[in-house]
């Protein structure tokens, strides 16, 4: 599995950026194809505004990019062993 991880607030006065992951994909290929067709096709409107269309899960977002999701082997509804 791989993440779409976002940054938020990056280019506002008085904001602290942070990251957010915004969605889940399959394959790298999958996520990098999401953040291709989010794109705005002449970038961001004005100096500050987000590079990505409005429907988009990206919108208001300053970066995006892609992660493999680390696995960790964690037990899903532990009991106690008796």
Do not use: C
Request: hydrophobic share 40%; aromatic share 10%.
């Amino acid at each position: 599995m791989y993440q779409l991880i976002a940054e938020f607030g990056r280019a506002r006065f008085g904001v602290e950026p942070y990251e957010k992951v915004v969605a889940r994909f399959s394959t790298g290929k999958a996520a990098e194809e999401y953040i291709k067709a989010a794109r705005l096709k002449n970038g961001a409107p004005r100096i500050g505004e987000s590079p990505f269309r409005k429907g988009s899960l990206l919108e208001g977002a300053s970066v995006a990019w892609v992660m493999p999701e680390e696995h960790t082997e964690v037990p899903v509804d532990p009991e106690f062993r008796q």
